[in-house]
């Protein structure tokens, strides 16, 4: 397919009333193929509308150029039609004549006759053949935009623009218009540009949908392909697997961008106290069990208690809105699965590779594997009656559903498969969802089972949508789950702040771990701000009946001996992992790495002060289930040796010299 | 549209439907009507009561005859209404056609709009008493002179008007014109006249009522020539009291007349939208 509409480096600022330029749009670069739907979205104010009305030639960029088909688009012209939002029709014309005076004005060598074939022609396309001599005031917002595309469609243009064409339309209109839309695009084979606020509809109608960023100085965030075949029904779309995480994906852009918005309505000056460099914190967190150490050291004023005054807990949805959090600065630090922060640093998230640093390990255990009932129904009772289903229904999708790539979840999921000869890549499909969506997705049938913290698995069992296959305890008895992680160059900006941090997190830690306190905890986190469910849903010891032999011992630990201090070799651990499946290649400067990403030190003086000597201790080494020994002086050789993993690469990890943040960028 | 039942008309129920809008205009000119009358008759008030224009014979000979013509300045009231109605009409239609051309100049031109803004604001000010002495200076005669104080009176709210239609054409019109890549012409037949026509018929009807206003100031002034004005200053001249009653309520309602005749001619635009 030829490039039809390409836009190059185009940047537009408006001048503002009381002097200065308003940067609306910068260095967007976007290539339109022939016959393609593309849609733009974002918040209003984007700039999505100045972008389309610079394609359309109504509006010039004032930086980079929008080219159609090769030629610099100057003027608004019949070759690229608009529909605009609120119809632009002249209320003083009739349906017929509104549609008449485009097709005369552009089509002027055409005999009178034959114009006039073709405004019928268009308008019997729209299905408006008994309302050609109405004027527009009389029709329906849905007619009047049917007469708008009708008109739009009738001068036949190289590329139709469509800037919110059915926003100001009730749902049931809408629906049918974007049908029709669809059908006329795809019997014309029309290149059009929309945009829209409207996330199903950008999914349901586009090829690609571009995400732009907020303003000032917007730019595109992400391009989606959607992969859904034509022709699409509305109907059918949303069975389509893609649909739903085209859509997740959408939203969580959408969200994500809300919150940068508010993020830099509030002002955020660094405020240095009690001979901290910084008491006012935003920190990330998901809704799981193993935020309890959070909630506890708001709840319980620990953060106050070690100078952090400004503590704000910050809750996302997902991991990856903790990453982006970090990255972009609207997190100080975070709760994050204990992968993070040598993923993050080795560029795992996809973007330069970032330092992350770790002083605490918050969590562990409190993971679990739960399959769906229905497969239970079938029979599946252990891992080896799974293999088995897996074997005799070769044929179906099978997808378990992880939180994300670098959390203990995908790693152990993953080892537990592998161990028992079944390849995570080929025999079944892993796909990323938010712990909250799980559940919902497990109940639909979209995945087989998932991987995942608590509570998410006694909910599973107590609502009998699921079963536990196999506990962590039984992958990997004390592996570490949740640290705390925040970026290096943050941590050495403040670090007197982060050991404070580390400091009131540690106490409540001890807290969580008391049995005495659990009650109270799982009272705690049933409140809206942290889970927002059921306080008997939230369990930090073992259900009963489920892991006879563990029953006594707490699932969660929080505290004790080498629970919290960042271990090493765990991490090299991780890396190996994260390597075996492709998600990073394995540093060859692993040890720097290592040295980095865990901040002993600020461990060592948080415990120290807090007069904790005695949990410093190295733990035992790493023991997993199989038994396969981990040396940590030999990780490719330990890579090496496993069966089961993809073609993975090593490779040295530019990771800069550490370097605090400077205040003015904060 | 909704249909009209057909079966008989019903008084009773008529009455019903209507008697909120016509029973207090009634009841307020009646009432009015007979206060003038009552203190015209106890004598609080030298100015003879509504009821005169019947008793008295030389002004029920005026109603009665509105046609006649004895020659010079000696006519019937629709006689001297038809030389005002003429005079209006003139001042008017050229009012008019320069008021409607300026003001799109002016609305299309922000510069030209800058430049003559503040006199429009300033002239307008004026009142039409104030320009006949300068209309009689420039013109020397009394035909141009009160056609002139009809159209400088006149011209402004419609070349006020038409200018502010035209800058409020929507930019979706525009954009419609814009991408179409309409002719200047073109835009101006098929887009910006259509769509500042209901502000030029705002202008239009407003500059009716005053260019009304105009005449008979202009004719008070400079008599001579038959108009209503004139009738209402002979009669002044001679004391006939009820006669000017009579002149001024015969103003009254052709200025009413006019109006709604514009208001009329302003629905029929509008409809047609």
């Known amino acids: 397919m030829t490039t039809l509409v390409a836009v190059q480096d185009v940047a537009k600022d408006f001048p503002l009333k009381g002097g200065g330029n308003y940067l609306a749009l910068k260095g967007i670069d976007l290539e339109i193929r022939k016959g393609e739907f593309v849609s733009l979205i974002g918040h209003s104010g984007c700039g999505k509308s100045t972008l389309l009305n610079m394609i359309a030639g109504l509006d010039r960029p004032t930086g980079g150029t929008v080219l159609l088909e090769g030629e610099s688009v100057k003027r608004p012209g019949p070759d690229k039609m608009v529909v605009f939002q609120n119809y632009s029709l002249l209320p003083w014309l009739t349906v017929r004549e509104n549609i008449a005076l485009a097709v005369d004005e552009v089509m002027p060598d055409l005999a009178r006759s034959e114009r006039d074939a073709v405004v019928e022609e268009h308008i019997a396309m729209v299905g408006l053949a008994h309302a050609a001599e109405k004027p527009p005031l009389q029709l329906s917002g849905g007619m009047r935009q049917r007469v708008a595309i009708a008109r739009a469609l009738a001068i036949k243009p190289k590329l139709l623009l469509l800037d919110e064409p059915f926003g100001a339309l009730d749902a049931l209109t809408r629906g049918n218009l974007q049908e029709k839309l669809m059908q006329i695009c795809n019997e014309h084979e029309l290149t059009a540009v929309m945009v829209t606020h409207d996330v199903d509809e950008a999914v349901l109608l586009s090829d690609r949908i ?70 006012n914190l935003d920190l990330g967190f998901i809704p799981l069990a193993a935020c309890a150490p959070m909630a506890v050291a708001e709840a319980k004023g620990l953060f106050a208690k070690h100078g952090l005054d400004g503590v704000q807990l910050v809750r996302e949805t997902s991991w990856r809105g903790i990453t982006d959090g970090l990255l972009d600065g609207t997190l100080d630090a975070a709760l994050m699965p204990s992968g993070m922060p040598t993923w993050m640093t080795a560029g795992g998230h996809g973007g330069e590779p970032t330092p992350v640093v770790t002083a605490l390990t918050l969590s562990r255990n409190g993971n679990g594997i739960t399959l769906a009932s229905r497969l239970a129904e079938q029979g599946v009772r252990s891992v080896a009656d799974y293999r088995d289903y897996l074997l005799r229904t070769n044929r179906e999708p099978h997808t378990l559903g992880i939180v994300h790539p670098a959390s203990m979840h995908n790693v152990l999921l993953r080892y537990w498969l592998a161990s028992n000869a079944i390849d995570p890549d080929r025999d079944v499909h892993l796909q990323t969802l938010p712990p909250a969506q799980m559940l919902a997705d497990l109940k639909d049938g979209s995945i087989d089972g998932y991987c995942v913290g608590e509570p998410w698995n006694v909910r599973a069992e107590r609502e009998r949508h699921g079963f536990p296959i196999v506990g962590d305890l039984e992958i990997w008895s004390g592996h570490p789950g949740k640290v705390l992680g925040a970026r290096e160059d943050w941590a050495l900006a403040y670090p007197n702040t982060h050991i404070a941090l580390t400091k009131a997190l540690l106490e409540a830690c001890r807290y969580c771990a008391d049995p005495a306190h659990w009650n109270e905890l799982s009272l705690l986190l049933s409140d809206r701000r942290y889970l927002g469910m059921k306080p008997e849903l939230i369990r930090f010891g073992v259900a009963a009946g489920c892991c006879d032999d563990t029953e006594a011992a707490p699932h969660t630990l929080f505290f004790g001996p080498g629970v919290n201090r960042p271990s090493r070799s765990e991490h090299l651990w991780i890396l190996t992992q994260l390597a075996r499946w492709s998600e990073i290649p394995f540093p060859r400067n692993y040890v720097e790495i290592l040295e980095r990403v865990c901040s002993v030190g600020v461990y060592s003086t948080a415990a120290r002060e807090l007069g904790f000597d005695d949990v410093s201790y190295q733990r035992g080494g790493i023991a997993l289930f199989d038994g396969v020994p981990f040396n940590a002086d030999d990780p490719i050789g330990y890579l090496n040796q496993l069966s089961i993993h993809k073609d993975f690469s090593i490779a040295e990890i530019p990771i800069g010299v550490p370097a605090p943040i400077t205040n003015a960028a904060s | 549209m909704s249909t009209v039942t057909s079966s008989g008309f019903n008084v009773a129920q008529w009455w019903k439907r209507s008697r909120k809008t016509i029973l207090p205009p009634l009841l307020g000119i009646g009432g009015f009507l007979l206060f003038w009358q009552l203190s015209a008759s ?213 200025g009413l007349i006019l109006d709604r005749l514009m208001a009329w001619l302003q629905t029929r635009i509008a409809t047609g939208r």
Do not use: C
């Open chain 2, 42 to 254: 106890l004598g609080f008030t030298k100015l003879s009561g509504p009821l005169s224009l019947w008793t008295e014979e030389r002004t029920r000979e005026l109603l009665l005859y509105p046609f006649f013509d004895r020659g010079g300045l000696d006519k019937g009231l629709f006689l001297h209404t038809m030389s005002s109605l003429s005079r209006v009409a003139m001042g008017y239609t050229l009012a008019a056609v320069v008021g409607i051309g300026v003001g799109i100049a002016v609305g299309l031109n922000q510069a030209l709009n800058r430049a003559f803004d503040p006199l429009f604001q300033f002239l307008r000010m004026v009142a039409p008493l104030a320009w006949v002495p300068i209309a009689l200076v420039m013109f020397q005669q009394n035909q141009p002179a009160a056609i002139f104080v009809i159209f400088i009176t006149s011209i402004w709210p419609i070349l006020i008007n038409t200018a502010e239609g035209v800058r409020q054409i929507p930019q979706d019109y525009r954009n419609v014109a814009l991408v179409l890549q309409m002719s200047r012409k073109r835009f101006f037949t098929k887009i910006l006249i259509p769509s500042a026509l209901p502000y030029i018929f705002t202008g239009l009807r407003i500059s009716i009522g005053l260019a009304w206003l105009a005449i008979i100031a202009a004719e008070i002034v400079m008599p001579g020539t038959p108009g209503i004005g004139f009738f209402i200053w002979d009669a002044n001249q001679n004391g006939y009291v009820s006669d000017i009653v009579l002149g001024v309520i015969w103003i009254g309602a052709i």
């Open chain 1, 210 to 279: 571009v995400m732009l960023t907020n303003g000032p100085g917007s730019k595109i965030g992400g391009i989606l392909e959607v992969d859904i075949p034509r022709p699409r029904q509305r109907l059918t779309v949303v069975h389509h697997p893609s649909y739903y995480s085209l859509r997740s994906e959408i939203i969580y852009f959408l969200n994500r961008q809300k919150r940068v918005k508010q993020w830099q309505a509030k002002p955020h000056k660094v405020l240095a106290r009690h001979g901290l460099e910084k008491v």
